[in-house]
């Protein structure tokens, strides 16, 4: 007996976070309110990631118009099923209209009421939405973006320890020898991962490595003793995120780790050094992040763009502040000058960066769409770093499985021009680090 289709009503909060939801439901039929596309189209002229998904979608609309009447349904693709807009609206009576969330559940009851026979589902991606229709006896689920992994624990480190024969942790700090790690005892190694050599005779015997591939000897990584602009590492994964940033052969770095871990001030010292200190490797250094909530632009704070910046961009200012030290008229002459950008993330959309220092901060908060985005956006010559601490989400339709910095972390780790390390211990101070573990 076949299956009676279902449909699925979908809020404007699925197609704004994933313009290529409509396609997702097989061989069932797809349906637009008519009010969802008034939001897309209050939102098509942002120019962040919310204005893109908008754009995308009515030109995928458009397409479907052209094809066939969005009124009577067109096929989404061939084997699928049709998408129709929709107009007539249930128990108006009852729901206030002036709400667009009650227009759109109106229009799933006025399906209910016209399909007996078949489940009508709303899709949304807001959790009070869902939440109405249950109160309301409707069908209703979140969008699921497919997890990059299963939880959070599982998300890839950039470290592992191998034992070896004492030998082997000798010939490390030996500059006249070469240690290879072998495929068949010490499978599953990625490029640029940090491997802790431990002798299996005495474990207390041990020596950081990163490890390129089996066909190349282990690097020994530095201790950078004399620190990077007056910071210097405190823990391994502190040495091994400094081994990453000062390495120009790897133009992508990703730094995970809790507050006070010391990611961003890490990644801003080696930006520093790099662009306006003794190694002058890039013309500027850029630093980013994501205006929360949702990255909704600045236009309602008050004052011109640095000033609406500022309470968003404080954190990387503080940075810069602490590793200037005294010289804050150099600081102001670097930024006046284009050698340090601090930039809100809304206008590097669009941009080609090149030959920069590019620092990504509270990565975390960005979707897939818009880490790709960014990342396809970097020009020749250019290091781009995100940092971030995916237990501290802001954005209400991500989580710490389907944010763009977990999904870049895992999706890239792969490829030789990564490199990963989740710094696991809290160093700004033991408040900091107490409450990031307790609270």
């Not at 009650?102 to 869902?130: H, Y």
């Not at 299963?150 to 030998?167: A, I, M, N, R, W």
């Not at 490890?211 to 990584?221: A, E, G, M, Q, V």
């Not at 763009?404 to 972390?409: P, R």
Request: overall charge positive.
């Amino acid at each position: 007996m076949a299956r009676s289709k279902k449909l699925f009503v979908l809020d404007t909060s699925v197609l704004l976070t994933e313009p290529k939801s409509i396609r997702s439901y097989g061989t069932n039929d797809v349906y637009i309110p008519f009010k969802v596309l008034e939001e897309l189209d209050n939102q098509k002229k942002r120019q962040d990631t919310v204005g893109s998904c908008a754009r995308s979608v009515i030109r995928f609309l458009d397409t479907k118009r052209v094809a066939g009447s969005l009124h009577d349904g067109v096929r989404i693709a061939p084997r699928q099923g049709k998408i129709r807009v929709v107009t007539e609206l249930g128990m108006s009576n009852v729901l206030e209209m002036d709400v667009a969330d009650n227009q759109i559940i109106a229009t799933a009851l006025k399906l209910q009421e016209k399909f007996p026979g078949k489940k009508v589902v709303v899709v949304s991606r807001d959790v009070n939405m869902r939440v109405k229709c249950d109160a309301l006896d409707i069908p209703s689920e979140d969008y699921k973006l497919i997890d990059t992994i299963k939880e959070s624990s599982s998300l890839y480190t950039g470290f592992k320890t191998c034992l070896v024969d004492e030998q082997e942790v000798d010939k490390l700090y030996d500059d006249s020898s070469q240690v290879f790690l072998s495929e068949e005892d010490h499978r599953g190694l990625l490029p640029n991962q940090f491997v802790m050599l431990v002798s299996n005779s005495n474990e207390k015997k041990t020596g950081l490595s990163r490890f390129i591939d089996y066909n190349s000897p282990l690097r020994k990584t530095s201790s950078f003793k004399k620190g990077i602009f007056g910071i210097q590492p405190r823990n391994k994964e502190q040495c091994f995120a400094f081994d990453l940033l000062m390495d120009p052969s790897i133009p992508i770095v990703s730094l995970v780790g809790m507050a006070g871990s010391g990611k961003t001030l890490q990644a801003t010292a080696a930006g520093l050094l790099q662009t306006v200190g003794e190694r002058n490797r890039y013309e500027h250094l850029i630093v980013s992040r994501p205006i929360q909530p949702l990255d909704k632009g600045i236009g309602w704070l008050p004052g011109d763009k640095n000033e609406k910046m500022m309470p968003w961009l404080a954190p990387i200012q503080d940075s810069l502040r602490y590793l200037m030290g005294n010289e804050q008229e150099k600081l102001e002459h670097y930024v006046k000058h284009g050698k340090i950008e601090i930039e809100a993330l809304t206008y590097i959309r669009g941009r080609s960066i090149a030959k920069a220092f590019m620092i990504l901060d509270e990565a975390q908060n960005l979707t897939r769409h818009e880490i790709k985005t960014i990342l396809t956006r970097v020009g020749e010559g250019t290091k781009i770093v995100l940092t971030g601490d995916i237990e501290q989400i802001d954005n209400i339709y991500i989580d710490k499985m389907t944010n763009g910095l977990t999904y870049a972390i895992e999706k890239m780790k792969k490829y030789p021009l990564t490199g990963h390390i989740t710094l696991t211990k809290g160093e700004r101070s033991d408040v900091a680090t107490l409450a990031a573990k307790v609270l």
